[in-house]
């Protein structure tokens, strides 16, 4: 069961330790705290009992925070899907109750065809898409590292870096997320090949993405080439046999142009001196 666990049993077990001396400090402290305050307008034993009732509502609340707060990060990591489903299904639903279903069932289908039909959007929303799939799969590979680690130290268990931003680039996606106590920049370089494979990526480069905050990190995922294509080398039209041609001459960026030789480039022409002349 503990595979298919939104949050990790050790995660969990920790956070739960951590609620409970949260709310104890939390508590103590704000009840000291208001219980000095009030002795100077109210009875002292009217400020005792408002200091600590205030003392045991703020405990309360803060260990129910330490405590949800896997969930609420396991929430970030899925919101934007979160949110586009309620965005979809709650706009086509008022449309629908608004106005027929066939109308709603045929804008629905147009934007449907809007968004993946054509070449641009399309490979968009596929961009995209891999940013989300990459968030997520950088979730389960952070959270296999931090079982490891704790199988090999026994001590407690990592926080998990937070997933801050992702975009899509020429050759894959990059990534922006904050380290949390227990992991470092080292540790991950020793395991890029390992995100690699996570991300089902061909490489992965992490770097600081901050020269102030060293847990703020860049992963640049590559799954293609950006230079692998073959483009129109402007090189081949100072051929004076192919100037005058409407011939396009493909030449990758890495093999120079076939039949080109320096013998065949003129020389420009010398400028006339500016200087007057002696």
């Given at each position: 069961?503990?595979?298919?666990?939104?949050?990790?049993?050790?995660?969990?077990?920790?956070?739960?330790?951590?609620?409970?001396?949260?709310?104890?400090?939390?508590?103590?402290?704000?009840?000291?705290?208001?219980?000095?305050?009030?002795?100077?307008?109210?009875?002292?034993?009217?400020?005792?009992?408002?200091?600590?009732?205030?003392?045991?509502?703020?405990?309360?609340?803060?260990?129910?925070?330490?405590?949800?707060?896997?969930?609420?990060?396991?929430?970030?990591?899925?919101?934007?899907?979160?949110?586009?489903?309620?965005?979809?299904?709650?706009?086509?639903?008022?449309?629908?109750?608004?106005?027929?279903?066939?109308?709603?069932?045929?804008?629905?289908?147009?934007?449907?065809?809007?968004?993946?039909?054509?070449?641009?959007?399309?490979?968009?929303?596929?961009?995209?898409?891999?940013?989300?799939?990459?968030?997520?799969?950088?979730?389960?590979?952070?959270?296999?590292?931090?079982?490891?680690?704790?199988?090999?130290?026994?001590?407690?268990?990592?926080?998990?870096?937070?997933?801050?931003?992702?975009?899509?680039?020429?050759?894959?996606?990059?990534?922006?997320?904050?380290?949390?106590?227990?992991?470092?920049?080292?540790?991950?370089?020793?395991?890029?090949?390992?995100?690699?494979?996570?991300?089902?990526?061909?490489?992965?480069?992490?770097?600081?993405?901050?020269?102030?905050?060293?847990?703020?990190?860049?992963?640049?995922?590559?799954?293609?080439?950006p230079l692998s294509g073959r483009i129109d080398s402007?090189?081949?039209?100072?051929?004076?046999?192919?100037?005058?041609?409407?011939?396009?001459?493909?030449?990758?960026?890495?093999?120079?142009?076939?039949?080109?030789?320096?013998?065949?480039?003129?020389?420009?022409?010398?400028?006339?001196?500016?200087?007057?002349?002696?």
């Amino acid at each position: 069961m503990s595979e298919f666990a939104i949050v990790e049993p050790p995660v969990s077990q920790w956070y739960a330790r951590r609620a409970w001396v949260t709310a104890l400090v939390v508590g103590l402290a704000l009840d000291v705290l208001v219980t000095a305050v009030l002795s100077v307008f109210y009875p002292l034993l009217l400020a005792v009992v408002w200091g600590a009732l205030v003392g045991a509502v703020c405990a309360f609340l803060a260990a129910v925070l330490v405590r949800v707060w896997p969930v609420l990060r396991a929430l970030w990591w899925w919101s934007f899907e979160i949110t586009t489903s309620v965005v979809v299904a709650g706009g086509w639903v008022a449309l629908a109750h608004t106005a027929a279903w066939w109308v709603a069932l045929a804008v629905l289908v147009a934007v449907a065809g809007v968004v993946f039909v054509p070449r641009r959007p399309r490979r968009f929303v596929w961009a995209w898409s891999w940013c989300l799939v990459v968030r997520h799969r950088l979730r389960l590979c952070f959270a296999t590292l931090v079982r490891s680690q704790v199988r090999v130290t026994g001590g407690r268990p990592a926080a998990l870096p937070l997933l801050l931003w992702a975009r899509p680039t020429l050759a894959g996606e990059r990534v922006w997320l904050w380290l949390r106590p227990g992991l470092s920049l080292e540790d991950l370089e020793g395991r890029a090949s390992l995100i690699a494979v996570a991300c089902i990526a061909r490489q992965v480069r992490i770097a600081p993405a901050s020269e102030r905050y060293a847990a703020l990190l860049r992963v640049d995922i590559a799954r293609r080439d950006p230079l692998s294509g073959r483009i129109d080398s402007p090189l081949a039209l100072l051929i004076p046999s192919l100037r005058n041609t409407d011939a396009d001459v493909p030449v990758s960026p890495a093999v120079p142009p076939v039949g080109l030789e320096l013998a065949d480039i003129e020389e420009p022409a010398p400028e006339p001196s500016r200087r007057g002349g002696r």
